[in-house]
């Protein structure tokens, strides 16, 4: 069956918290979605792409995580500014 996912960015600072669009300098595109089953359906892939991107000049920008998950799954990706 078909699985939703979600994606978001937890970032790590004073000010920075989850869901929060006025404080948060991440967007990540698409948050929610469905994957297809394990394997593919038809002509549907069971993977997703997501755009993570991010406000450098945002205040109190250090570094974040990335969260995607499904109802059986958790994964996490350490985000970091480019040097």
Known sequence: SWELFYAFVV??????????GSNN????????????????????????TLKVS???DA?????GWLVVGTEAEIWQYKLLPKE
Not at 11 to 20: A, F, K, N, S
Not at 26 to 48: C, H, I, T, W
Not at 59 to 63: A, E, H, I
């Open 25 to 48: 300098p991440f967007l990540v595109e698409p948050s929610v979605g469905k994957l297809a089953p394990r394997g593919g359906a038809n002509s549907y892939s069971d993977s997703a």
């Open 54 to 56: 991010w406000n450098l």
């Open 59 to 63: 205040p109190n920008f250090n570094k």
């Open 11 to 20: 970032g790590v600072g004073p000010h920075i918290q989850p869901h929060d």
